[in-house]
Structures are given as C-alpha cells and as structure tokens.
T-cell receptor, first 111, second 112 residues
Framework: KQEVTQIPAALSVPEGENLVLNCSFTDSAIYNLQWFRQDPGKGLTSLLLIQSSQREQTSGRLNASLDKSSGRSTLYIAASQPGDSATYLCAVASTGNQFYFGTGTSLTVIP | DAMVIQNPRYQVTQFGKPVTLSCSQTLNHNVMYWYQQKSSQAPKLLFHYYDKDFNNEADTPDNFQSRRPNTSFCFLDIRSPGLGDAAMYLC???????????FGDGTRLSIL
C-alpha cells in the first residue's frame, strides 16, 4: 500500500523567504502527484499537478518537482507572503484510482 | 463558475440519528469521491463512483453508504452516527480516473 509522508509537519518563516515543502512516497508506480492547499475549516484547493512523465510544474510563485525513482516531490514557494499561510497537502494517484494523501505541512508566514 | 458544492457546510446530529450529506457538481465529471478528514489528519477515501460504478474502500465502515442518482449529485448517508464519526467530509470530482481532483468546501459533522 502506498504511504505518503510530509516533513516537516509545521513550518514558520518570515515574510519574503523562499521555502521548500517535502513529500515522499513509498511506491514509485504512480500516475500523478497533486499539491493542495487547505485553509482552516475549508476544502482543498488544487495548486499543481505533475504527471508521472513530468519533472516539474510551475504556477506563479510555486514550483513543484517530481523524482519518481526516489519517491520524492518538493513544493517550492518563492517570496512567501502572509496569505500563503495554510496547510499544504500532497496526494499521489496510484493504480486502481486510489489517491493517497500525506498529513500535510502547516505553514505560517510571519509578517 | 463550474464547481463542487457541498451542503450543508455544518451539520449537527444526534448520536445514532441518520444523517445525509450532499454534493453536487457542475463540472460534468465522471468520478465523484467522498473523503473523511479528522483533525490534523490526512483525508481518508471512503468510496468513489466512476459513473454509476460504486467502489467501496475495504476499511470503510458499514455505517457509511453512498448514492449517486445522476452525474451531478452524490450523497453520503451515515446510518447510525457514532461520536467517532465527527469529522470534516469532503467531496471531490475528477474528469476520469487518476486525473486532477476538484474539492468542495466540505461539511463539518458534529455528533451530540
């Protein structure tokens, strides 16, 4: 069974810093990996999706990379802002239409 | 805007009293999912529909059932809620299998 781990569980940075969130998975046989943002008490907002054949995806200040062979993905956030404060989750799509989520990294950007 | 809508946002029910949560989508996606998310935990997939085909996760309690009367709507029925069923319930859709998922804002269920 696929296991998805996100480290660290929580992260606090001053505004303006660049930061990296990590996601690792145990089974490299994936279809894609999706990064989400979740604000307190809300649903999930999709940020980026990387297909298994891709190495990275970019959207604005966000860049996600995928290294399938090592079972790792990173989400890079440039020039962080207080509005980026949220929990960031990664989810891996594996065989059988299964999606496996990590427990997330709670990010606080301090003004 | 095309979207996934969950109603109600907050639901309170009594221990053992059946409750139904609803999800609708205007994306015309084939797949609809129900997840349970407890505090500080990862969303846990309960079941999903691929069109009319129902797929139940092995560890989803029998207490939980789902209906999808048409493409746009999907319901989560909890027959006899226990205190341990208090959680956020998230509905998601994807166009086809293993494609990006789009989530609603969730329904937070409380059990008295």
């Amino acid at each position: 069974k696929q296991e998805v781990t996100q480290i660290p569980a929580a992260l606090s940075v001053p505004e303006g810093e660049n930061l990296v969130l990590n996601c690792s998975f145990t089974d490299s046989a994936i279809y894609n990996l999706q990064w989400f943002r979740q604000d307190p008490g809300k649903g999930l907002t999709s940020l980026l999706l990387i297909q298994s054949s891709q190495r990275e995806q970019t959207s604005g200040r966000l860049n996600a990379s995928l290294d399938k062979s090592s079972g790792r993905s990173t989400l890079y956030i440039a020039a962080s802002q207080p509005g980026d404060s949220a929990t960031y989750l990664c989810a891996v799509a594996s065989t059988g239409n299964q999606f496996y989520f990590g427990t997330g990294t709670s990010l606080t950007v301090i003004p | 805007d095309a979207m996934v809508i969950q109603n109600p946002r907050y639901q309170v029910t009594q221990f053992g009293k059946p409750v139904t949560l609803s999800c609708s989508q205007t994306l015309n996606h084939n797949v609809m999912y129900w997840y349970q998310q407890k505090s500080s935990q990862a969303p846990k997939l309960l079941f999903h529909y691929y069109d009319k085909d129902f797929n139940n996760e092995a560890d989803t309690p029998d207490n939980f059932q789902s209906r999808r009367p048409n493409t746009s709507f999907c319901f989560l029925d909890i027959r006899s809620p226990g205190l341990g069923d208090a959680a956020m319930y998230l509905c998601a859709t994807s166009r086809v299998a293993n494609q990006p998922q789009h989530f609603g804002d969730g329904t937070r269920l409380s059990i008295l």
